[in-house]
């Protein structure tokens, strides 16, 4: 037992008060209390099972009842225990007056310390099960998520390569376009060259641009036609 809680409550002293009985604290008393404890530990069973799922991990009251974990009829659990040593009758007290009043309210009401720890056992043991089965779910939907966001970011990636495929695609008709547009005006500059310089040999204002600005005269000096 890793957990110590079960000192305060374990009585050393002899059930029939003989006066052969080991003194309290001494450590022969505290190996019979450790004996006592560690028996009461190996009776209950190391993992819980439940016998109802539970609705709301959060109530612990749940988990007991699925647990199968039931309030005896004296009343005295390890929980009513806790509850008492932190009322304000206690308050204050030494932990030796503390189990005194508690070992005197068992007893008045016909409860076994041994009882009240193994309440306690199983308790613990169903929230340390509980906890593992939760850990398990946990984990589960850990797993499920990423392999979850693993299939998105592959789709995410696939989406995104097609998109980049149809921005390349794009700006390659945009450049294709650009292209044939660049090579019409290149044409079309030396068409208006041709024009341009024809006309030249009959006017002296040539009206005919060429690439936006007028044509100089070229060839034979413009000759007014009659």
């Known amino acids: 037992m890793s957990k110590k809680?079960?000192?305060l409550f374990v009585s050393v002293d002899s059930p029939s008060g003989e006066s052969g009985a080991a003194e309290e604290g001494?450590?022969?008393a505290r190996s019979d209390a450790a004996r006592m404890v560690a028996e009461i530990a190996a009776s209950v069973p190391a993992v819980s099972s439940?016998?109802?799922p539970v609705q709301d991990p959060t109530s612990f009251a749940e988990i007991y009842h699925a647990a199968e974990i039931a309030t005896p009829p004296h009343g005295y659990d390890i929980l009513k225990i806790a509850g008492?040593?932190?009322s304000e009758h206690l308050k204050?007290?030494?932990p030796e007056v503390k189990r005194s009043s508690i070992?005197?309210?068992l007893e008045a009401a016909g409860a076994k310390l041994d009882d009240v720890i193994q309440d306690a056992v199983r308790r613990d043991r169903?929230?340390?099960s509980f906890e593992t089965v939760l850990a398990k779910s946990r984990a589960a939907v850990e797993n499920a998520k990423i392999e979850e966001n693993r299939k998105i970011e592959a789709e995410m990636n696939q989406m995104l390569a097609q998109?980049?495929?149809r921005i390349q695609a794009n700006n390659e008709a945009v450049a294709k376009e650009n292209e044939r547009f660049s090579a019409w005006q290149t044409a079309k500059q030396a068409e208006e060259r041709t024009i341009a310089d024809a006309v030249s040999y009959f006017v002296s204002e040539n009206p005919i641009t060429v690439s936006g600005a007028a044509a100089g005269s070229s060839g034979a000096p413009a000759k007014p036609v009659k």
């Open 50 to 52: 439940f016998s109802s």
């Open 26 to 28: 001494s450590p022969g």
């Open 163 to 165: 998109y980049r495929s």
């Open 103 to 105: 070992l005197v309210a």
């Open 126 to 128: 169903a929230l340390d």
């Open 84 to 86: 008492m040593l932190q």
């Open 92 to 94: 204050g007290l030494s």
């Open 5 to 7: 809680w079960y000192n």
